[in-house]
């Protein structure tokens, strides 16, 4: 129900959008992980229904903006200042009720993964 697409290999300090397009129902919370070799699938972003609330780890905080087009049903991740520590597959998430969610197990739906990779 969750189809994430934009993921590819960019030189440090370049950008990427990341696009996740849900279908199935309307979907409260939309939210960002990443997961790199050998490590957890941690919280990239989260947004809630009307967009009005977002969060960010501290480490994309002011480099990375999430958003959503509710007329299309779509979660976007725009990156800029990419840094070779991004360097990770990305997943979109969705849970049915509203709010900004922190974990993987928040989520019900996910996405299948794109690969974003970051040279130095």
Do not use: H
Not at 19 to 31: D, K, N, P, Q, V
Not at 58 to 74: H, L, Q, Y
Not at 78 to 94: H, I, S
Request: net charge positive; aromatic share 12%.
């Amino acid at each position: 129900q969750l189809q994430a697409s934009g993921g590819g290999l960019v030189q440090a300090g370049g950008s990427l959008t990341l696009s996740c397009a849900a279908s199935g129902g309307t979907f409260g919370s939309l939210g960002w992980f990443r997961q790199a070799p050998g490590k957890e699938r941690d919280i990239v972003a989260s947004i809630s229904r009307t967009g009005s609330s977002t969060y960010y780890i501290d480490s994309v905080e002011g480099r990375f903006t999430i958003s959503r087009d509710n007329a299309k049903n779509t979660v976007y991740l725009r990156m800029n200042g990419l840094k070779p520590e991004d360097t990770a597959v990305y997943y979109c998430a969705a849970r049915r009720p509203s709010g900004i969610y922190y974990r993987p197990n928040d989520y019900d739906y996910w996405g299948q993964g794109t690969q974003v990779t970051v040279s130095s």
